[in-house]
C-alpha cells in the first residue's frame, strides 16, 4: 500500500474507534497533529509520518469490523444479516 493511503485508511479507521482506548486515541492525535504541521506543498510524507499510520493500523483491531475498507479502488457490497 502506497505511504499516502496507509496514512489515510489509518486516520479513518482510528476516526472510526471513537477514540476511547487511550493507546489508540494518542496514536490518532500524534498522526493528526503531524499532517497538520504540514503545508500544501509538502506532499512527501517523512518515514516518521507514515510509522505512526502503521503503529495506528496495528493498535486497531479490524477483524471483527463491518463496512471497513482501506486503500483505493475499493468495492464494497455489504449484507449485514
Not at 499532517?35 to 506543498?41: I, K, M, S, V, Y
Amino acid at each position: 500500500m502506497d505511504p499516502m493511503s496507509l496514512v489515510a485508511g489509518a486516520l479513518a479507521a482510528g476516526a472510526s474507534q471513537g477514540l476511547a482506548e487511550s493507546a489508540i486515541g494518542d496514536l490518532y492525535r500524534r498522526l493528526k497533529l503531524r499532517l497538520a504541521d504540514r503545508t500544501p506543498e509538502d506532499a512527501d510524507l517523512d518515514d516518521e509520518t507514515v510509522a505512526l499510520a502503521q503503529q495506528l493500523l496495528t493498535a486497531i483491531d479490524l477483524r471483527d469490523a463491518k463496512g471497513v475498507q482501506i486503500g483505493n479502488h475499493n468495492t464494497q457490497h455489504n449484507r449485514f444479516d
